[in-house]
């Protein structure tokens, strides 16, 4: 069974940033792709950008330009598991949601629990 956990989540006044990340029992050497999503209440979850093993990276036109997802490269041990980053800028009340880490590996896809992005004055 694959981990996947979020943290980082927050109240934010619009405008200001945030940095999500998620930690994964995944190792380093194998393909996967890693994924962030939201949903808004009473809206349907959708992706927020994508980030493939082998480098590759979508972005939602909603937040181009304003987030970056990114991962840890730095290799140090062989036991090292991935860890995806999403780092937000220029919040705006509509990024509000909860944030979702995706990993589809192996064949399967595995979801976190979640955490609460809220922008608001």
């Known amino acids: 069974q694959v981990q996947v956990a979020e943290s980082g989540g927050d109240l934010v006044q619009p405008g200001g940033s945030l940095r999500l990340s998620c930690a994964t029992s995944?190792?380093?050497?194998?393909?996967?792709?890693m994924g962030w999503y939201r949903q808004a209440p009473g809206k349907q979850r959708e992706m927020v950008a994508r980030?493939?093993?082998?480098?590759?990276?979508?972005?939602?036109?909603?937040?181009k330009g304003r987030v970056t997802i990114s991962k840890n490269d730095a290799v140090k041990t062989v036991t090292d598991t991935v860890t995806v980053s999403l780092e937000m800028n220029d919040l705006k009340p509509e990024d509000t949601a909860v944030y979702y880490c995706?990993?589809?590996?192996?064949?399967?896809?595995?979801w976190g629990q979640g955490t609460q992005v809220t922008v608001t004055s």
């Open positions: 995706n990993a589809l590996y192996g064949g399967r896809e595995y």
């Open positions: 995944i190792s380093i050497f194998h393909m996967y792709v």
């Open positions: 980030l493939f093993s082998g480098g590759n990276i979508e972005y939602a036109d909603s937040v």
